[in-house]
């Protein structure tokens, strides 16, 4: 994949000939953040100070803190060799997202798209104008979690799928009313698609089907919609 590359029309060529309206594409995010230029080299930048002074506290490279920082809107946390960052998105993630893994040469670094909700618009958009079809997308990363080991993936971005399904006021299955339930269903999907490809695998796209009921002609909210207020976090 290289910069400017129409990644929607590949998507469209390589997706299944049955590919139809209510399935779901899983994309992960370093091939869009590929196509969309969103790429660094280190040999490249030049570290400021505070990227100096980071890398010696963390014994990283500097000028991959230099990347990381470029990216961050916030550092919340800085030890071990990883600062977890909220990113210009609002994601909070390890490193601000930026990783070295599967990216094209020694030496580049894979930046998050700049607005990955957009892209999954965009993508969406091409893949119908190439095939008729028009699937839901989903643009996904793996992310760590505070409470527990392992990572997972999540979604960045999303257009034609409801990304939560908010079930408070609902009953529960003996009659209850739920006061705080509500699913994950774009971070549910994109965990899933991660167990189908291997992070090895150079497949990039996962197609996911049977979620019809979440599937929507509209855009909708996008992914910025699970981000967690700054208000209602109780960790920070």
């Known amino acids: 994949m290289r910069p400017d590359d129409d990644l929607a029309a590949l998507l ?15 994309v992960a995010h370093k091939v869009v953040s590929k196509a969309e ?3 660094r080299r280190l040999a ?6 505070r990227a100096l002074a980071v890398a010696a506290e963390q014994g990283r490279d500097p000028r991959l803190m230099q990347a990381v920082l470029d990216e961050t809107a916030t550092v919340l946390r800085a030890e071990r060799g990883v600062l977890i960052c909220e990113t210009r998105h609002g994601y909070v993630c390890a490193n601000a997202g930026v990783d070295q893994s599967n990216a094209g040469a020694p030496g580049e670094l894979v930046l998050l798209p700049t607005d990955p909700d ?14 008729g079809v028009r699937p839901a997308v989903l643009i996904t990363d793996s992310f760590g979690r505070a409470w527990r080991l392992g990572q997972t993936d999540v979604a960045l971005g999303a257009a034609g799928l409801v990304p ?5 006021g609902r009953p529960d299955a003996r009659g209850r009313e739920l006061r705080a339930t509500m699913i994950a269903v774009a971070d549910a999907v994109a965990g899933a698609a991660d167990l189908a490809r291997s992070k090895d695998s150079d497949e990039p796209v996962v197609v996911a089907r049977g979620l019809e009921r979440f599937v929507t002609a ?5 992914a910025a919609a699970m981000r967690r207020p700054p208000a209602e976090d109780l960790f920070r």
């Not at 892209?119 to 095939?131: P, Q």
């Not at 509209?218 to 996008?222: H, N």
């Open 164 to 168: 939560i399904d908010d079930r408070r």
């Open 12 to 26: 469209a060529a390589a997706a299944p000939q049955d590919l139809r309206d209510g399935d779901l594409l899983c």
């Open 218 to 222: 509209e855009d909708g909210t996008g």
């Open 37 to 39: 230029g969103r790429i």
């Open 44 to 49: 490249d930048i030049e570290p400021g100070e």
């Open 118 to 131: 957009r892209s999954a618009r965009e993508l969406r958009a091409g893949i119908a104008a190439a095939s």
